[in-house]
Nanobody, 123 residues
Framework: EVQLVESGGGLVQPGGSLRLSCAAS????????MSWIRQAPGKGLEWVSA????????YYADSVKGRFTISRDNAKNTVYLQMSSLRPEDTAVYYC????????????????WGQGTQVTVSS
């Protein structure tokens, strides 16, 4: 059974930091590109960041570039999203998603999804 389990969300003040984790099981993690995708209240899905299967190539949406860092540990079947300089507009449910082969920047390109973790940026 494929599982993606996110953790690390919470309430943080503007300018603060959070680190999200996503633990994967049930598929060959090292052969899948991974992404973080978010959904703000009342809005659609927004692709945030992606990393290739080997971990050497990363991609970011313009809205988070320079503030967020994606990484992965294939030995631990885990992908991370380090978020810094958080803004109220970063408030959303954050999902990790897996795609066989190469990276995609559209939410519809992803095969497996986690249940999401809430990030709230507020003073």
């Amino acid at each position: 059974e494929v599982q993606l389990v996110e953790s690390g969300g919470g309430l943080v003040q503007p300018g603060g930091s959070l680190r999200l984790s996503c633990a994967a099981s049930g598929f060959t993690f090292s052969k899948y590109a991974m992404s973080w995708i978010r959904q703000a209240p009342g809005k659609g899905l927004e692709w945030v960041s992606a990393i290739n299967p080997g971990g050497g190539v990363t991609y970011y949406a313009d809205s988070v570039k320079g503030r967020f860092t994606i990484s992965r540990d294939n030995a631990k079947n885990t992908v991370y999203l380090q978020m810094s300089s958080l803004r109220p507009e970063d408030t959303a449910v954050y999902y990790c998603a897996a795609r066989a082969g190469g990276v995609g920047d559209s939410p519809s390109a992803y095969d497996y999804w986690g249940q999401g973790t809430q990030v709230t940026v507020s003073s």
